[in-house]
């Protein structure tokens, strides 16, 4: 697999506000068959690779916890 990311275009959620929050950031458009997710606050920390399947789980999970 190439885990190349230099050229990923890095979102996060537009509940995260201005200063980035406690929030993750998700690669989109990379051609590979994962979800590369980092810390927000860390964009050259460690990056997480998950299946889009567990990404969809989590994310499932996320919008249900919303207060």
Do not use: H, Q
Not at 12 to 34: F, H, K, M
Not at 39 to 45: A, I, M, R, V
Request: hydrophobic share 40%; aromatic share 8%; net charge negative.
């Amino acid at each position: 697999m190439d885990d190349d990311l230099s050229v990923a275009t890095w979102s996060r959620s537009s509940y995260s506000g201005a200063n980035g929050g406690d929030c993750v950031e998700v690669a989109r458009g990379t051609g590979i068959p994962v979800v590369p997710v980092r810390d927000s606050k860390n964009p050259l920390g460690p990056v997480l690779w998950v299946s889009p399947e567990a990404w969809v789980l989590f994310v499932e999970f996320a919008a249900g916890c919303e207060a």
